[in-house]
């Protein structure tokens, strides 16, 4: 059994999303505050989009922020599947607008071409990460470390010390580049952010789990090197 996070739990979802919301920007704007600059890894999904709005909302220093996602599907950025698509929509917005954004997706045709120029993109970005906010999927993957992809490559994933990696998911759609476990540990802090009973009931037996290959996210889960607060509301 692993040592549990900080787990928090809301009655309802608005709720989470009001104090995680909060949270994040007061840490964005000490960073900017303590260092100049600041920096954000989200997820994509279904599950950030009303935080996505909230936190564009938000009064801080918006210019000295660096955002950029956990991971991407190998789609245009203008595809519904597009992670990019989904924070331009959602948290580069409003105040958030002048955020200094840079998506994971390039002009190669896969992410195995792609990955070396992604990581350059990167170079730049203020690290460790002030904040990364993950997401979970019911099958236990977490940015895209898919427990159905060749186990070579989520091998990969979870012991690179390179920032990007290519992953093709076995009954997912499209290739993805995702931050490699390495990259998203190299943080100040990660909030897991899920919602939902089933959710629940995943990260639990991730808990009681052994096997990183087969839930992914006890990768972030069973470590001492970052904090990770799990937000959870039903
Ligand atoms: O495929 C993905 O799914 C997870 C979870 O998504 P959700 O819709 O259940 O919130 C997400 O964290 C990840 O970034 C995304 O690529």
Same mark, same amino acid.
């Given at each position: ?14 709720? $989470? ?6 949270? /994040?920007? @007061? ?36 210019? =000295?922020?660096? /955002? ?8 245009? @950025? &203008? ?12 948290? !580069?917005? @409003? ?15 896969? #992410? ?15 690290? #460790?990460? &002030?904040?990364?906010? !993950?997401?979970?999927? @019911? ?22 010390? =390179? $920032? ?8 997912? #759609? ?10 998203? $540990? ?5 909030? $897991? ?7 629940? =009931? ?19 889960? =069973?470590?001492?090197?970052? #904090? ?7």
């Amino acid at each position: 059994m692993i040592k549990e996070s900080v787990f928090k739990s809301f009655d309802n979802k608005a709720a $989470l999303e009001t104090q995680l919301a909060d949270r /994040i920007a @007061n840490q964005l704007q000490e960073a900017v505050d303590a260092r100049g600059k600041a920096s954000l890894v989200v997820s994509g999904g279904s599950t950030p989009l009303k935080l996505f709005e909230l936190l564009s909302k938000k009064a801080i220093d918006w210019n =000295d922020v660096y /955002i950029t996602l956990a991971d991407e599907r190998w789609v245009d @950025n &203008d595809h519904s599947d597009s992670n990019e698509r989904l924070v331009r929509n959602n948290l !580069l917005q @409003n105040r958030a607008a002048s955020a200094k954004f840079c998506g994971l997706k390039n002009m190669y045709s896969s #992410p195995y071409e792609g990955q070396i120029m992604t990581t350059e993109q990167l170079t730049h970005f203020p690290k #460790p990460f &002030d904040v990364v906010v !993950l997401g979970m999927g @019911n099958d236990g993957h977490t940015c895209s470390w898919f427990p159905c992809a060749d186990a070579k490559e989520l091998e990969h994933a979870l012991t690179s010390d =390179d $920032l990007c990696v290519a992953v093709t998911p076995g009954n997912a #759609p499209h290739a993805r580049i995702s931050l490699s476990k390495a990259g998203i $540990l190299a943080s100040r802090q990660i909030y $897991l952010h899920i919602v939902g009973e089933q959710k629940l =009931d995943v990260y639990r037996q991730a808990l009681a789990d052994n096997d990183s290959s087969e839930m992914p996210i006890r990768a972030v889960l =069973d470590q001492h090197k970052t #904090p990770v607060d799990v937000y959870w509301s039903a």
